[in-house]
């Protein structure tokens, strides 16, 4: 066994310098809404008042204040919000900690948040076990207009929001409710920042995000109740959001927020730039998503939809649509006709529609797309399983797709045309000509999984490194082929887990 070499002491006190890790700058500091016992933040039995935490001078890098290596511990309830006044360092960040049982409880939190860490970097916000931030007094009927449970705004760069409950930032239950408003669970911009493992109900927009916007990671959330799942608006910068990662989230029921004159257009995920190029919005990756539940026809755009961009990947998403419903667009939908998108990849997505019935419901739209990759999908039970633009789509490659519905009369459309083959779509859309296309079932089991039986089992093109080291598992973490053929859709063929070939039993005498 090699043992490495000990470092001096002076090497340990530069590393220690340069990080700004040292040991003497961690401290933690109590805080609930009023002053306790000693008021000195020792303990939640002494813990000092929300201003205490509001106010800036308390903010700074002297050991009674709260500096780089503060822990921030939340007591109980509060009832007025609470605003950062400083940031960590690299190495050294200060964290903002729910103890069991701790939730910000306000009628409305306001525009700029029942917890705001705008303009500061180095930020850890940590609901622990079940951390909330509510409002009370939001919705429809009630007299609030701005709620947004988690500002960071103004460049908040290199924190983490993290397994916090937010809830009822406006509960919207009526078709004839269009109240304006910001009505958002966490809204941020800047870039290098984590937000993961968070439960999100009742807002319109679960996780939004602004430009300027990059290198930022969404993960492993729970969106629920929703108008807009997670929403990244790129602006008229060039690369106003880019770099960003949005995976492993579960987004579902947006019905709840219909109105009758569709007043929003509900998305699970949108990713939109707002300038009439494909320049706003760049180099985005969106995977291993499960989107389902509550649709409407009158007012649902998509479960995915991204437009005016370039370089956006979109793969090993799961998408289920309820028995029938559809969408009057797509259940993927890209792009938009007159602002062409260029390098998009669609990839080994499942997309399950709840109806062939309708003028609408494709499982994928696509509009206006240059250098289009649209490889390995499952496209099922939708009124059409594709519907593109005519005459301003470009394929890199279109292969290895497997198609399935009742009955094969009219489900694929270009334009205005529709094609009852697949071998006519093939020769109108120019590629497809290995994919499949099938009347009967596609043979997946209840998670979606395709059984040894189905059509996608050997249906898709090895596609090792083509886009994302990500898709070279499917979304069950399963690792893929590095040389043969791939099953179509996001998932590998189902099958139990192989039993360890070896066992390591410990403790045991």
Same mark, same amino acid.
């Given at each position: 066994?090699?043992?490495?070499?000990?470092?001096?002491?002076?090497?340990?006190?530069?590393?220690?310098?340069?990080?700004?890790?040292?040991?003497?700058?961690?401290?933690?500091?109590?805080?609930?809404?009023?002053?306790?016992?000693?008021?000195?933040?020792?303990?939640?039995? !002494? #813990?000092?008042?929300?201003?205490?935490?509001?106010?800036? /001078? %308390?903010?700074?890098? *002297? $050991?009674?204040?709260? =500096?780089? +290596?503060?822990?921030?511990?939340?007591?109980?309830?509060?009832?007025?919000?609470?605003?950062?006044?400083?940031?960590?360092?690299?190495?050294?960040?200060?964290?903002?900690?729910?103890?069991?049982?701790?939730?910000?409880?306000?009628?409305?939190?306001?525009?700029?948040?029942?917890?705001?860490? !705008? #303009?500061?970097?180095?930020?850890?916000?940590?609901?622990? /076990? %079940?951390?909330?931030? *509510? $409002?009370?007094?939001? =919705?429809? +009927?009630?007299?609030?207009?701005?709620?947004?449970?988690?500002?960071?705004?103004?460049?908040?760069?290199?924190?983490?929001?993290?397994?916090?409950?937010?809830?009822?930032?406006?509960?919207?239950?009526?078709?004839?409710?269009?109240?304006?408003?910001?009505?958002?669970?966490?809204?941020?911009?800047?870039?290098?920042?984590?937000?993961?493992?968070n439960f999100i109900s009742h807002t319109m927009c679960g996780i939004c995000g602004e430009q300027p916007n990059s290198d930022n990671d969404i993960y492993n959330n729970v969106i629920r109740n929703i108008n807009w799942g997670v929403f990244l608006s790129g602006g008229t910068l060039i690369d106003g959001v880019t770099r960003d990662r949005i995976y492993s989230n579960e987004i579902y029921d947006f019905a709840n927020w219909d109105t009758t004159i569709d007043a929003y257009h509900h998305d699970g995920i949108f990713v939109a730039g707002n300038d009439t190029t494909s320049?706003?919005?760049?180099?985005?990756?969106?995977?291993?998503?499960?989107?389902?539940?509550?649709?409407?026809?009158?007012?649902?755009?998509?479960?995915?939809?991204?437009?005016t961009h370039n370089h956006v990947n979109i793969f090993n998403n799961l998408i289920v649509a309820p028995d029938g419903r559809y969408v009057n667009n797509g259940l993927i939908t890209v792009g938009a006709p007159g602002y062409p998108d260029t390098n998009t990849s669609v990839l080994n997505n499942t997309v399950i529609g709840g109806t062939t019935v309708g003028t609408g419901g494709a499982c994928y739209y696509v509009k206006s797309q240059a250098n289009l990759s649209f490889i390995n999908n499952i496209a099922s039970n939708c009124t059409y399983l594709v519907w593109t633009t005519s005459g301003d789509i470009t394929y890199s490659l279109l292969n290895n797709n497997v198609y399935q519905a009742s009955t094969l009369t009219g489900v694929w459309r270009i334009g205005n045309v529709y094609y009852s083959s697949l071998a006519a779509w093939s020769a109108a859309a120019g590629g497809d000509s290995t994919a499949r296309a099938v009347t009967d079932e596609l043979n997946l089991d209840s998670s979606y999984r395709p059984l040894a039986t189905s059509v996608a089992v050997g249906a898709g093109l090895n596609l090792t490194n083509y886009a994302d080291a990500s898709l070279n598992s499917d979304l069950a973490g399963v690792l893929r082929p590095a040389s043969s053929a791939w099953d179509a859709g996001a998932y590998s063929l189902a099958t139990l887990p192989h039993p360890p070939t070896t066992l390591l039993v410990t403790g045991v005498q």
């Open positions: 066994m090699r043992l490495s070499a000990q470092p001096s002491l002076f090497a340990v006190i530069l590393a220690a310098l340069v990080c700004g890790c040292g040991a003497a700058n961690a401290k933690d500091i109590y805080i609930a809404q009023a002053a306790a016992g000693a008021n000195n933040g020792t303990s939640c039995a !002494s #813990a000092h008042p929300a201003n205490f935490f509001n106010t800036t /001078t %308390n903010w700074g890098t *002297e $050991a009674s204040q709260i =500096g780089p +290596g503060t822990t921030v511990h939340l007591c109980g309830t509060f009832t007025t919000g609470l605003v950062a006044r400083g940031s960590g360092i690299p190495g050294n960040p200060i964290t903002i900690f729910f103890e069991p049982g701790a939730k910000l409880r306000l009628p409305s939190c306001g525009r700029t948040g029942c917890l705001n860490i !705008s #303009a500061t970097g180095y930020i850890i916000v940590d609901g622990g /076990t %079940n951390g909330l931030i *509510e $409002a009370t007094n939001s =919705g429809t +009927g009630l007299g609030n207009s701005d709620s947004v449970g988690v500002y960071a705004r103004s460049g908040t760069h290199h924190s983490e929001i993290r397994n916090l409950t937010i809830n009822n930032m406006y509960v919207h239950n009526s078709v004839s409710d269009t109240s304006g408003g910001r009505y958002t669970a966490i809204w941020f911009d800047g870039s290098h920042n984590l937000i993961h493992n320049l706003g919005v760049s180099y985005i990756d969106i995977f291993n998503n499960y989107l389902h539940g509550s649709i409407s026809e009158c007012c649902t755009t998509a479960y995915i939809y991204t437009n």
